[in-house]
Structures are given as C-alpha cells and as structure tokens.
C-alpha cells in the first residue's frame, strides 16, 4: 500500500483530500481506526458495534447493518459532493488532527458494493447520494493507497 502523509492548515484540507478522492470509491476513518486495518489486515465490519469512527452514529444505516460505510465519488459531480460535505465534513476529522481517506481498488469490490440507492430502510441515517456499504473485510491489499492528512493548525477552522 502506497501511503501519502500531508501536513497543511485546515483551510487547505478540502482541495487536497478532493484532488485525491474524486472519481474514487474510499474509505475515511480516523488514524487510531487505520492503525488497527494494518494490524487486522483488513477493513473489517462494526461486527459488535463497538468501534468508533467519523461515520459511526447508531441510528446509520451502515452501523445498524453492521456494514463497512464507503464514499463513493467515482460519479459524482460537484453538486453530489458539496452535499455531501454539508452533510458529512468528509475531508477532515470532526474529532482529531489527523484522517486517513483509504483509497479502494473498485474491482475487487464489485458484485457485494450496496449502493446508496438500495437502502431497504428509509428512516435510517445515511448521507444521500455518495454513501455506499460492503458487508465484509476489505483486506489491506484492495487499497493501493492512503491518504494520511494531519491538519497542522487545529484552530484554523475546526
């Protein structure tokens, strides 16, 4: 897995972690939650609905489902993100300083991606448009690259 590190100030992030992310399928979960993917080997299911991470809110669809929640820019046009981003600050951590986008080789996950469209429940909570799930691991080796973004001026906007 190719890892790039990139320290800038918060009002930098957005452009940065787009220029990466768009037209992309990724992952975005907080440094600590990267560190055990490495350990594991895999993106891995909330199985028990312990873990926590940016996206981890008990009333979403993914964590009800126990599912791996995804964003997925691969069609997506400027609008799809800017709402998305009014819903869900996908570029930087609400929490810490440091986020980590997990970029996804989009052909292995094809046949079991759960698109944003098929939700089977509509009270869950979901971010419309560009949240996708997948119902198993995803192993470290269908990520060809992390994007690892330490915000260097915590009070420049967060």
């Known amino acids: 897995m190719n890892e790039i590190h990139k320290t800038l100030p918060y009002r930098e992030t957005y452009e940065f972690v787009l220029s990466h992310v768009k037209g992309r399928l990724f992952h975005f979960t907080t440094y600590d939650n990267?560190?055990?993917?490495?350990?594991?080997?895999?993106?891995?299911?909330n199985r028990d609905g312990t873990r926590r991470g940016h996206c981890t809110r008990p009333e979403s669809y993914g964590f009800k489902n126990r599912l791996i929640s995804l964003f997925d820019f691969r069609m997506a046009?400027?609008?799809?993100?800017?709402?998305?981003?009014?819903?869900?600050?996908?570029?930087?951590?609400?929490?810490?300083?440091?986020?980590?986008?997990l970029l996804l080789?989009?052909?292995?996950?094809?046949?079991?991606?759960?698109?944003?469209?098929?939700?089977?429940?509509?009270?869950?909570?979901?971010?419309?448009?560009?949240e996708?799930?997948?119902?198993?691991?995803?192993?470290?080796?269908?990520?060809?690259?992390?994007?690892?973004?330490?915000?260097?001026?915590?009070?420049?906007?967060?």
Do not use: M
């Not at 800017?82 to 929490?95: A, D, I, K, Q």
């Not at 098929?118 to 419309?128: L, N, Q, S, T």
């Not at 691991?137 to 906007?157: F, Y």
């Open 77 to 101: 046009d400027k609008t799809a993100i800017e709402r998305t981003g009014e819903n869900y600050p996908f570029w930087v951590s609400r929490h810490t300083c440091r986020s980590v986008h």
């Open 34 to 45: 990267y560190q055990g993917i490495l350990k594991s080997g895999a993106i891995e299911p």
């Open 105 to 130: 080789d989009e052909q292995r996950l094809k046949g079991k991606l759960i698109p944003n469209n098929v939700r089977k429940e509509p009270w869950a909570d979901y971010i419309p448009g560009t």
């Open 132 to 158: 996708c799930w997948y119902p198993e691991d995803i192993p470290i080796v269908w990520i060809p690259t992390a994007l690892v973004v330490t915000v260097s001026k915590i009070a420049d906007g967060i």
